[in-house]
């Protein structure tokens, strides 16, 4: 996962963001993030794309396993994004794999690890794979099918001025993932930071679900699969 401004200066961003996320329908959810996110659009299947998902999912299944345990993902370096910011899910991400998965796809090296939190632990749930930004939607298909998984991206943040955070929150937000200024323009003629894309293509796979629906699930449920609303990501869900 590359951030695409300052790391530092986006954490701290995405965590005040995040303090105050709250669980929000599907629908309310994709009205608040409008102007702010791309979802690649579903392909008509091709003769060979079940198989060929069904064996991302495999090697997804496989590369989970030794990470039940969430202390064996920390002690492999897998590190948890934000994680005194509350969050339905957590992103366990290795660095290391992100940087590899922007110039080849290795479903056996997930970019992050998404584990749910329990009262004693975290319950591993699934994976997040990633691309660069500038990848093509032709690439992204040949990664995973189009047919079957809808990768996105997060688009269109302005970063508030310091003296104006409390306006991330709110159903009058005006800044960050589900602020009214989607432009550039109209983002610094407010005073704030713009930046087109924060992160890059990503994609969440929950390979121990058995239907196919939930394996490639971009809703939300009560079972840690938190797509749309991202909460899962930190700081992208602006209540």
């Given at each position: 996962m590359k951030l695409l401004m300052g790391g530092s200066a986006l954490m701290a961003v995405l965590a005040v963001a995040s303090m105050s996320a709250v669980k929000a329908a599907e629908s309310d959810t994709m009205a608040s993030m409008a102007g702010h996110m791309v979802m690649t659009d579903l392909r008509p299947a091709g003769g060979n794309d079940a198989a060929k998902a069904r064996a991302v999912v495999e090697r997804a299944r496989a590369a989970m396993e030794?990470?039940?345990?969430?202390?064996?993902?920390?002690?492999?370096?897998y590190q948890i994004f934000l994680p005194n910011v509350p969050q339905p899910q957590y992103h366990f991400t290795k660095y290391e794999y992100g940087l590899e998965a922007r110039e080849h796809f290795d479903p056996d090296k997930p970019t992050s690890l998404l584990y749910k939190k329990l009262s004693d632990g975290y319950q591993l749930v699934g994976v997040m794979y990633t691309d660069r930004v500038d990848a093509s939607v032709d690439e992204l298909n040949e990664r995973i099918p189009l047919s079957v998984a809808r990768w996105h991206q997060h688009t269109n943040f302005c970063k508030a001025p310091t003296d104006r955070k409390a306006e991330y929150f709110g159903p009058e937000a005006k800044f960050g993932l589900r602020g009214s200024i989607t432009t550039k323009a109209a983002c610094e003629a407010d005073g704030g930071e713009f930046h087109p894309h924060i992160f890059g293509w990503m994609v969440h796979v929950y390979p121990y679900e058995s239907d196919p629906a939930k394996i490639w699930s971009i809703s939300d449920d009560d079972e840690g699969h938190d797509n749309m609303d991202h909460s899962a990501m930190p700081g992208m869900k602006m209540p």
């Open positions: 030794p990470y039940k345990d969430y202390r064996k993902a920390l002690a492999n370096g």
